[in-house]
C-alpha cells in the first residue's frame, strides 16, 4: 500500500502583518564577483562629526511631530565599496496609527519624506478606494551596502535613501500587493500612489519598468540636476 501522508493540523489565519524577514534582489554576476570598483560617488565619504549636525536635529524633531516612532542607529560605512550613512535611524512607524517593518534603516530626510507621503497620500488613497485606513507597509529594502543591479553605480539604498514597498495592509486586514498584474480595485488604488509618488521622491519606478522593480515599488530622494525626477 502507497502510505499517506500525516495530515497537517488545523491552522487559524493569522492576522496580516508586514514579512519578518525583508527579501533581498538576487546578485547579479558583476555584482557578486566584486572585481570590478564602484564608481565614485561623494557622499561616500560621509562620516558622522562630533556633534550631530542642527539640520539632523531639527529632521528628527519634525518625525516626532509626525508621531513617528524611531531609534537612533551608529553611523555605518563601507570603504572598500563606498556605502556611507552617518546618521541613520531605524523606522518603527510612519506616523500614530501607521506601522513598517520589518526594521526599516533610512536617512533622516528619506525617512521623513517616506512618513508625510504615508499620511498626506497613502492614507488618504487607501480611505477613498477601500472604505479602511492604513495599518501597515511591508517593505522590501531600506539601507542596504550595495550597487544598482548590473552597474557599478552606487544605488541609493546604499545611503539610507531609498525604500522599497512591497505591500500595504489595511485596518480590515486586507493586503494590497504591488504586483505586474493586481485585481482591479488594487490596481487603482496602486496607480494612484505611484503617479503621486513622482514629485515628493525623484526616483520612482515599479511594476513594467524592469524586471528588477516587478513586485515593489522603489522610491528614492536621490540628487538630480535641476530638480528632475525619473518616475517610470
Request: charged share 25%; aromatic share 6%; glycine share 8%.
Amino acid at each position: 500500500m502507497a502510505p499517506t501522508p500525516t495530515p497537517k493540523p488545523a491552522t487559524t489565519t493569522p492576522e496580516p502583518q508586514p514579512p519578518a524577514v525583508a527579501p533581498q534582489p538576487t546578485p547579479k554576476p558583476a555584482e557578486a564577483g566584486g572585481e570590478e570598483k564602484m564608481l565614485p560617488d561623494p557622499r561616500s565619504a560621509d562620516f558622522p562629526a562630533d556633534k550631530m549636525p542642527a539640520e539632523e536635529v531639527a529632521c528628527r524633531e519634525r518625525l516626532k511631530t509626525l508621531g513617528v516612532e524611531f531609534e537612533e542607529r551608529k553611523a555605518e560605512s563601507n570603504p572598500e565599496i563606498g556605502c556611507s550613512i552617518p546618521y541613520p535611524i531605524v523606522l518603527k512607524s510612519l506616523g500614530k496609527s501607521i506601522a513598517i517593518g520589518p526594521g526599516t534603516e533610512l536617512n533622516c530626510p528619506m525617512a521623513e519624506a517616506a512618513a508625510r507621503f504615508a499620511a498626506d497620500v497613502i492614507q488618504p488613497a487607501a480611505k477613498a478606494e477601500f472604505g479602511a485606513d492604513l495599518k501597515s507597509i511591508g517593505q522590501a529594502s531600506a539601507f542596504v551596502c550595495r550597487p544598482r543591479n548590473g552597474t557599478r553605480k552606487l544605488s541609493e539604498h546604499a545611503f539610507g535613501n531609498a525604500l522599497d514597498i512591497a505591500s500595504f495592509t489595511l485596518s480590515d486586514g486586507k493586503t494590497i500587493e504591488v504586483g505586474p498584474a493586481p485585481p482591479e480595485k488594487d490596481g487603482k488604488f496602486l496607480d494612484a500612489v505611484r503617479k503621486a509618488a513622482c514629485g515628493p521622491f525623484t526616483t520612482v519606478l515599479g511594476p513594467g519598468a524592469d524586471a528588477d522593480h516587478a513586485l515593489h515599488f522603489h522610491l528614492d530622494l536621490e540628487p538630480r540636476r535641476h530638480g528632475g525626477t525619473f518616475c517610470q
